[in-house]
């Protein structure tokens, strides 16, 4: 049997007819920037989020780069994160000339560990950017409660978690702002880049709105050096037709979630920890075994995709050997680094394919 990592053929075909329906609404129209769109989308996912704005832009790391200009943190800055993470979350920081300064991971949910970040912030902090990473929101409450006591903005990189929530509050609405990606592999995926900043500053957000069209407001007059960060309308109009999904498909995931939790009960095989504060969209569903390498080109050979997020913690990666960091820096990263692996999660498998995936790992790990 092949259980490919993901099958966004079969999510596809379910949708197919409305998804080229919405896409030659735009052609028609032929207003290929910007429009009713976008516009409609924003409102939308502003409602999902719990947040009364939302700009969207061309991708989850230029929601991330957005947020950082449009807050005025650059050059002699720091902001706060997890090395243990998609490589923009750093990138980003680096990118309009601040410094990242990584802390430790808590090794149950992967997430950032709140007791390590007091330590770290110095005169030059400007910023915390907590990750939601695999759809599970950090805690938050001692985040925000640092950021207060410091002053500090919170940028929520909540790429994986659009929807998951944290006491109640949704993914985005609980810090500064919120930024979410829409590449194809998300739990709302578009079929490109895409992303989008959500935020309950009404300042901020007519921020973001000029900054992602070049900084100007008027046109061609130019206050600030913004990018072109504009969401292209045909991707608008794919996520609107699966934005009524999000809560559905999420749900089917949280299923096969807890189908694999029950077969790997009482098995060396550590299952995902979900706090009980906490929803969880389970943008992946990460086991952690020893011998995960070889679990890995086992699980390939019999055609069970699998993925390594992350194989190299942020400290370790070449391009931030300038940072000075060493191995052992973090440990908590590095290990799960070492053991982590994301199986097949998406709502279309089926029980046959679960069964196959969870005993196909049973196998090699007996």
Same mark, same amino acid.
């Given at each position: 049997?092949?259980?490919?990592?993901?099958?966004? !053929?079969?999510?596809?075909?379910?949708? !197919?007819?409305?998804?080229? /329906?919405?896409?030659?609404?735009?052609?028609?129209?032929?207003? #290929?920037?910007?429009?009713?769109?976008?516009?409609?989308?924003? !409102?939308?996912?502003?409602?999902?989020?719990? #947040?009364?704005?939302?700009?969207?832009?061309?991708?989850?790391?230029?929601?991330?780069?957005?947020?950082?200009?449009?807050?005025?943190?650059?050059?002699?800055?720091?902001?706060?994160?997890?090395?243990?993470?998609?490589?923009?979350?750093?990138?980003?920081?680096?990118?309009?000339?601040?410094?990242?300064?990584?802390?430790?991971?808590?090794?149950?949910?992967? $997430?950032?560990?709140?007791?390590?970040?007091?330590?770290?912030?110095?005169?030059?902090?400007?910023?915390?950017?907590?990750?939601?990473?695999?759809?599970?929101?950090?805690?938050?409450?001692?985040?925000?409660?640092?950021?207060?006591?410091?002053?500090?903005?919170?940028?929520?990189?909540?790429?994986?978690?659009?929807?998951?929530? =944290?006491?109640?509050? /949704?993914?985005?609405?609980?810090?500064? #702002?919120?930024?979410?990606?829409?590449?194809?592999?998300?739990?709302?995926?578009?079929?490109?880049?895409?992303?989008?900043?959500?935020?309950?500053?009404?300042?901020?957000?007519?921020?973001? =709105?000029?900054?992602? $069209?070049?900084?100007?407001?008027?046109?061609? =007059?130019?206050?600030?050096?913004?990018?072109?960060?504009?969401?292209?309308?045909?991707?608008?109009?794919?996520?609107?037709?699966?934005?009524? =999904?999000?809560?559905?498909?999420?749900?089917?995931?949280?299923?096969?979630?807890?189908?694999?939790?029950?077969?790997?009960?009482?098995?060396?095989?550590?299952?995902?920890?979900?706090? !009980?504060?906490?929803?969880?969209?389970? $943008?992946?569903?990460?086991i952690k075994v020893s011998h995960r390498d070889n679990l890995m080109e086992y699980l390939k050979k019999q055609n069970v995709g699998c993925e390594i997020y992350y194989?190299?913690?942020?400290?370790?990666?070449?391009?931030?050997?300038?940072?000075?960091?060493?191995k052992g820096d973090f440990p908590e990263s590095e290990k799960a680094a070492k053991e982590v692996l994301a199986l097949p999660v998406y709502p279309e498998l089926t029980?046959?394919?679960?069964?196959?995936?969870?005993?196909?790992?049973?196998?090699?790990?007996?």
């Amino acid at each position: 049997m092949q259980v490919p990592l993901l099958d966004l !053929k079969a999510q596809y075909a379910k949708i !197919k007819d409305d998804v080229l /329906k919405a896409i030659g609404e735009v052609l028609d129209s032929q207003i #290929c920037i910007g429009g009713p769109k976008v516009a409609e989308l924003e !409102k939308q996912v502003a409602a999902v989020s719990n #947040c009364k704005f939302a700009v969207g832009v061309s991708s989850g790391t230029d929601a991330l780069l957005a947020s950082l200009m449009s807050l005025d943190i650059g050059s002699g800055d720091e902001v706060i994160t997890t090395p243990f993470t998609f490589f923009a979350t750093a990138g980003c920081i680096t990118r309009v000339g601040a410094k990242p300064v990584f802390v430790d991971i808590d090794p149950k949910t992967y $997430n950032i560990n709140p007791l390590l970040i007091e330590k770290a912030i110095t005169k030059n902090t400007k910023a915390i950017m907590p990750v939601h990473l695999f759809g599970q929101m950090a805690d938050m409450d001692p985040v925000m409660d640092i950021a207060g006591k410091h002053n500090l903005y919170v940028i929520e990189d909540a790429a994986q978690s659009i929807s998951s929530t =944290y006491k109640g509050k /949704k993914a985005g609405s609980v810090g500064t #702002c919120g930024c979410f990606s829409f590449f194809p592999s998300k739990n709302l995926g578009g079929i490109g880049d895409g992303g989008m900043v959500v935020t309950n500053d009404e300042k901020l957000y007519h921020m973001l =709105y000029i900054m992602r $069209n070049h900084g100007s407001e008027p046109k061609y =007059y130019h206050k600030f050096i913004g990018g072109n960060f504009r969401l292209d309308p045909i991707q608008a109009a794919a996520l609107l037709v699966k934005l009524p =999904y999000l809560d559905e498909w999420s749900q089917a995931r949280r299923k096969n979630a807890e189908y694999y939790n029950k077969k790997f009960s009482g098995t060396v095989v550590e299952t995902p920890f979900i706090s !009980k504060d906490c929803v969880t969209i389970y $943008n992946q569903y990460v086991i952690k075994v020893s011998h995960r390498d070889n679990l890995m080109e086992y699980l390939k050979k019999q055609n069970v995709g699998c993925e390594i997020y992350y194989p190299v913690p942020m400290h370790l990666q070449e391009c931030f050997k300038y940072l000075g960091f060493k191995k052992g820096d973090f440990p908590e990263s590095e290990k799960a680094a070492k053991e982590v692996l994301a199986l097949p999660v998406y709502p279309e498998l089926t029980d046959e394919m679960k069964t196959f995936v969870s005993e196909t790992i049973l196998k090699f790990v007996k």
